[in-house]
Nanobody, 123 residues
C-alpha cells in the first residue's frame, strides 16, 4: 500500500516556474510507474505526465510538452513535476498517481492516488 501526498500548489503567477512534489510512504515506491493528472474546474480529470519506475521513459500530454518535466527520486520516494511558463489554462487540481506498470496515460493504470494540490494561475 502506498500513500501519496502532493505539495507545491497555490496561487501562482503566469509565466512562473513552480515545482510540484509528491511524497510517498509505504513499500515498493521504486517498482511502480507514476504519473500526474489534473482536473480543471468543470472538466474531467486528465493526463499530464507519466514516468517509468526507473525514470527511463516519460510521457507527456501535448498541452504541457516542452513546458513541464516529470522526474522522480526513488531514494527520497518523491515524484516531481517542474512546471515552466505557467498559463491560466494550467489552473487545476493536480493529482499524483502510482501503481502503474509503465508510463501510461490512462487513469485506470494507476491504483494509488493522492488527495491533490490546487494550482491557480493568475495573470
Amino acid at each position: 500500500q502506498l500513500q501519496l501526498v502532493e505539495s507545491g500548489g497555490g496561487l501562482l503567477q503566469a509565466g512562473g516556474s513552480p515545482r510540484l512534489s509528491c511524497a510517498a510512504s509505504g513499500l515498493a515506491f521504486s517498482t511502480y510507474a507514476m504519473a500526474w493528472f489534473r482536473q480543471a474546474p468543470g472538466k474531467d480529470r486528465g493526463f499530464v505526465a507519466a514516468i517509468s519506475w526507473n525514470g527511463g521513459t516519460t510521457n507527456y500530454a501535448d498541452s504541457v510538452k516542452g513546458r513541464f518535466t516529470i522526474s522522480r527520486d526513488n531514494a527520497k520516494k518523491t515524484l516531481y513535476l517542474q512546471m515552466n511558463n505557467l498559463k491560466s489554462e494550467d489552473t487545476a487540481v493536480y493529482y499524483c498517481a502510482s501503481g502503474g506498470a509503465s508510463a501510461n496515460s490512462s487513469q485506470r493504470a494507476y491504483a494509488y492516488w493522492g488527495q491533490g494540490t490546487q494550482v491557480t494561475v493568475s495573470s
